[in-house]
């Protein structure tokens, strides 16, 4: 079975762009939860998308946003990056989220200059 | 709201040595609680996992225990190899209803020398 893949792997950007990152979670899961990993911040939740539903958000503003497609897979969109948005942002899948484990992929790395 | 602590590292340790990553939590209700390995370059793979007071969660000679009492899951292995060098989060699951996200701690560097 295929694991979790994010696309793209490594991204560069500047101040005042946008990115767009795209998660496809192991087949028949229908959870995708977004993290973002930072040196100082740690592991932080950013949201979890279900049956293409937002159920559960975190403390992010709003330049940050996500959505999911009928097959599951997902995206999540930044706008207006900060130079503070550098980070390894980290997708993971689980089969109906709640006491389920959730499976990582390899993560994003997103720089902003 | 929920919290993880872990212990600062990093850990260095001779290779068979013994390995303890303290951590404890904060937690409304009764949460499901992690440990999750990243090894350099890789996401999270779930080490194990402990949803009940009293559970022990074990796997490839690490275990951990959930002590409600002491709201703790100290993460041990008997004899630690070179191949344990990652960093480990521990983390807590909150549910709620249906929907969950995992609140973590903020890592253990561990680093196992021959």
Same mark, same amino acid.
């Given at each position: 079975?295929?694991?979790? !893949?994010?696309?793209? %792997?490594?991204?560069?950007? !500047?101040?005042?762009?946008?990115? !767009?990152?795209?998660?496809?979670?192991?087949?028949?899961? %229908?959870?995708?939860?977004?993290?973002?990993?930072?040196?100082?911040?740690?592991?932080? $939740?950013? $949201?979890?998308?279900?049956?293409?539903?937002?159920?559960?958000?975190?403390?992010?503003?709003?330049? $940050?946003?996500?959505?999911? $497609?009928?097959?599951?897979?997902?995206?999540?969109?930044?706008?207006?990056?900060?130079?503070?948005?550098?980070?390894?942002?980290?997708?993971?899948?689980?089969?109906?989220?709640?006491?389920?484990?959730?499976?990582?992929?390899?993560?994003? %790395?997103?720089?902003?200059? | 709201?929920?919290?993880?602590?872990?212990?600062?590292?990093?850990?260095?340790?001779?290779?068979?040595?013994?390995?303890?990553?303290?951590?404890?939590?904060?937690? @409304?209700?009764?949460?499901?609680?992690?440990?999750?390995?990243?090894?350099?370059?890789?996401?999270?793979?779930?080490?194990?996992?402990?949803?009940?007071?009293?559970?022990?969660?074990?796997?490839?000679?690490?275990?951990?225990?959930?002590?409600?009492?002491?709201? &703790?899951?100290?993460?041990?292995?008997?004899?630690?190899?070179?191949?344990?060098?990652?960093?480990?989060?521990?983390?807590?699951?909150?549910?709620?209803? @249906?929907? &969950?996200?995992?609140?973590?701690? @903020?890592? @253990?560097?561990?680093?196992?020398?021959?």
């Amino acid at each position: 079975k295929a694991g979790v !893949t994010q696309t793209p %792997r490594y991204l560069i950007k !500047t101040r005042g762009q946008q990115v !767009t990152l795209s998660c496809s979670p192991i087949s028949g899961h %229908r959870s995708v939860s977004w993290y973002q990993q930072t040196p100082g911040q740690g592991l932080q $939740f950013l $949201f979890e998308y279900f049956s293409e539903t937002q159920r559960n958000k975190g403390n992010f503003p709003g330049r $940050f946003s996500g959505r999911q $497609f009928s097959n599951s897979r997902s995206e999540m969109n930044v706008s207006t990056l900060e130079l503070g948005d550098s980070a390894l942002y980290l997708c993971a899948s689980s089969n109906t989220g709640g006491l389920n484990e959730q499976f990582f992929g390899p993560g994003t %790395r997103l720089t902003v200059l | 709201g929920n919290s993880v602590t872990q212990m600062e590292g990093p850990v260095t340790l001779s290779e068979e040595a013994f390995l303890t990553i303290n951590c404890t939590y904060t937690a @409304t209700g009764y949460p499901s609680l992690f440990w999750y390995v990243q090894y350099p370059g890789e996401g999270l793979q779930l080490l194990l996992k402990a949803t009940k007071a009293d559970d022990k969660g074990s796997n490839k000679g690490f275990e951990a225990t959930y002590r409600k009492e002491t709201t &703790s899951f100290h993460l041990e292995k008997g004899s630690v190899q070179v191949s344990d060098s990652a960093v480990y989060f521990c983390a807590l699951s909150d549910h709620t209803g @249906t929907a &969950s996200k995992l609140t973590f701690g @903020t890592g @253990t560097r561990l680093q196992v020398t021959l």
